[in-house]
């Protein structure tokens, strides 16, 4: 039961802020708004859980937020100046982004290099090359991308779920599998709980370390798509400070930032609860929109301070 | 039991939230719920509740902006949700996805960029709010997805400098030009407009006109030059923007002669800069590009909410600063 003592936190303080908000606004309570947390927060979303995997590895990616601006003016470049098809662009821009989360985790693997380190050099050089590509911001205007955005599901009166909420419940729910149901996931706990026994324990430490930032490249570029079909555009200056974003989201949903311990649900949470209070602040319309980086100052806080409450628990001779 | 005591803190930290929620619920619950009963369909003034999306608090200019929007609001008693979007346009469509959940009979906007805004004015156009755009255009492919911009015209600018300037010097002038940066909208229109202008005069005629990529220090080193070569000709100065005035005004004084006086020196912005500098007389006139967009934007709120057809564009009436005024105003000019 104790395992779960951050989940349910977590889902806690989301339910708490919900119906708080709920009570305060008008509206706020309505299936749209539900559904807007999910197509609004999507992008944020997938770094997010990209950047759970990193962090239960043990490591750390501060990447993600130039990769996703990286690919966004990519797949614009590629589709307004050079007239590809945005199913032949996409691809391409995932699988870069594969690629290069792949070789910052080959640098940090086989050179034991610290991964805050490799991981901000890889955030300068995204972010560089996204502005190499365009410095402004570039339309996309094509068919296929308007067929793409005007897909959703409704939900609810007035609510849908559109691509983006769509992409992102899909990436949750791979996730979710990913980390409990296969040997991948679970050799990324035991690398994460502790490398040398996972090491001794004939596990493929390597591998999973590598692949780990292999699949946080593909989720910060699968973002940017989703980046694009949220704003039409390719932007060099979207996503600045996104990781730290998506670092906050993964800690408030109760992953401890040393390892081995931390649920892809609980993500969620940490990314719903952002997209609450973001929400509020917008409904309340007379609060500094500061006041979101305030409020979720409190909660990291909070929950640091629960998580060593409780590994002090777990570590006591008791256990 | 251990478990009950490690949830203790947590349920005093919940509890203590949703006290701190409640209690701010009863100061704001009584406006916002008059106008959720109010709905969007009573569009008297008093009752209306409109969005508005700002970039951000980069400049003061801004901030003159969003101060304008705020008082305007306030003094027509309409219920304004104001979000701040740090500069980001995902935070800015946030705003605007969250306004239309809530319900608000219209949306003010300045875009932060020109592009990727197509979806969420579909949203908004599809819960008929009209979005009001304030002081930069958008670039969509159908215009039909916002109700008007509301924006300074450069070329009206331009046109209002040059007749001032004809009027100063009945008809007859030797003008060099500061340009603004090449290719830049402002500079473009700006001198389109003072050309328009000084053209029915025979005697004003623009001798030179450079770029000095509306900077102080380029102001001041075209004029410098322009000064050397061109000698006692040159009887006006005319500036796309305040700055590069000063910068000239510098370079007429190290050339020994008296700006405001000897030469002619006039300029488009208004910033408190310039309106000091008329004040000691060294400037002439200005053109203000002005950030006080409030009362322009709630008069077409008012409108589109009680369904009346905009224009496309509503041009943001400039006014001309000269000395005469100059020093009864500077108290009250906000940026």
């Known amino acids: 039961m104790r395992r779960f003592l951050p989940l349910m936190a977590t889902f806690a303080v989301l339910i708490v802020l919900f119906a708080a908000a709920s009570l305060m606004y008008e509206r706020f309570f309505t299936a749209r708004v539900i559904a807007n947390l999910f197509s609004d927060n999507a992008f944020l979303g997938i770094t997010a859980i990209g950047m759970t995997f990193v962090i239960l590895s043990g490591g750390i990616d501060l990447s993600v937020g130039a990769v996703l601006a990286f690919t966004t003016t990519f797949i614009a470049s590629l589709i307004a100046d050079h007239a590809w098809h945005p199913l032949a662009a996409i691809p391409v821009a995932l699988l870069i982004g594969t690629l290069f989360g792949g070789g910052m985790g080959f640098l940090i693997q086989r050179y034991e290099l610290p991964p805050f380190l490799v991981t901000l050099a890889g955030m300068f050089f995204a972010r560089g090359m996204a502005f190499v590509v365009s410095t402004e911001s570039i339309t996309i205007e094509h068919d296929f991308y308007t067929t793409l955005q005007d897909l959703k599901i409704v939900v609810g009166p007035k609510a849908k779920l559109k691509i983006g909420a769509l992409i992102f419940l899909g990436v949750l729910g791979l996730a979710v599998f990913l980390a409990h149901w296969t040997p991948f996931g679970r050799n990324i706990y035991a690398v994460g709980g502790n490398e040398t026994s996972a090491r001794l324990m004939g596990l493929p430490v390597a591998r999973t370390k590598i692949m780990v930032y292999a699949l946080n490249g593909f989720c910060s570029a699968l973002a940017g798509v989703v980046a694009t079909l949220y704003m039409p555009s390719g932007n060099p200056a979207v996503g600045t400070g996104l990781e730290l974003d998506a670092i906050a989201a ?69 256990n | ?69 705020k008082s305007e609001a306030e003094k027509r008693g309409v219920n304004l949700k104001f979000s701040d979007a740090q500069g980001k346009q995902e935070n800015q469509i946030k705003a605007v996805n969250g306004f239309i959940a809530q319900g608000v009979d219209a ?29 930069r255009g958008l670039n969509v492919s159908d215009d039909s997805l916002y109700t008007t911009l509301i924006a300074s015209d450069f070329v009206a600018e331009g046109r209002m400098a040059g007749e001032w300037l004809a009027k100063k010097t009945d008809n007859k002038a030797s003008i060099i030009e500061l340009q603004g940066t090449p290719g830049a909208a402002p500079a473009i229109d700006r001198k389109k407009g003072f050309e328009e202008a000084i053209k029915a005069h025979e005697g004003m005629k623009i001798i030179a006109s450079q770029s000095g990529d509306f900077r102080r220090s380029g102001g001041k080193e075209v004029t410098e030059a322009l000064l050397k070569v061109n000698g006692d000709k040159v009887t006006a100065i005319y500036a796309h923007n305040d700055d590069m005035a000063l910068g000239a005004i510098q370079a007429i004084e190290e050339a020994g002669k008296k700006p405001g006086s000897d030469i002619v020196v006039l300029s488009i912005d208004g910033v408190k800069g310039a309106f000091e500098a008329m004040v000691k007389g060294t400037l002439n006139c200005t053109v203000e590009c002005s950030p006080l967009l409030g009362p322009l934007a709630f008069d077409a709120v008012e409108k589109a909410v009680a369904g009346e057809t905009l224009p496309k564009k509503t041009i943001v009436d400039d006014k001309v600063y000269d000395q005469s005024v100059a020093a009864d105003v500077i108290d009250s000019r906000k940026y």
């Open chain 1, 250 to 318: 993964v800690v408030i949903g109760g992953t401890l930032l040393t390892g081995g311990v931390g649920y892809v649900a609980g993500t969620l949470g940490g990314v719903l609860i952002f997209g609450t209070i973001q929400s509020a602040l917008i409904f309340d319309g007379s609060l500094n929109s500061w006041w979101l980086r305030i409020a979720i100052s409190v909660l990291l806080l909070v929950f640091i301070l629960l998580q060593r409450q409780l590994s002090r628990f777990t570590t006591s001779p008791k």
């Open chain 2, 107 to 135: 949306i003010i906007l300045a875009p932060v960029v020109e592009t990727g805004w197509e979806q969420v004015l579909k949203e908004a156009k599809d819960a008929e709010i009209p979005v009001v755009l304030v002081d």
């Open chain 2, 1 to 69: 039991m251990k478990q009950k005591k490690s949830f203790a803190p947590l349920g005093v930290f919940a509890l203590a939230a949703l006290i701190t929620f409640s209690g701010c619920k009863q100061e704001t619950s009584s406006p916002s719920s008059e106008n959720a009963e109010g709905g969007s369909t009573s569009a008297a003034a008093g009752s209306l509740t409109v969005g508005f999306a700002q970039v951000g608090a980069e400049s003061s200019w801004r901030t003159a902006e969003t101060e304008s929007i």
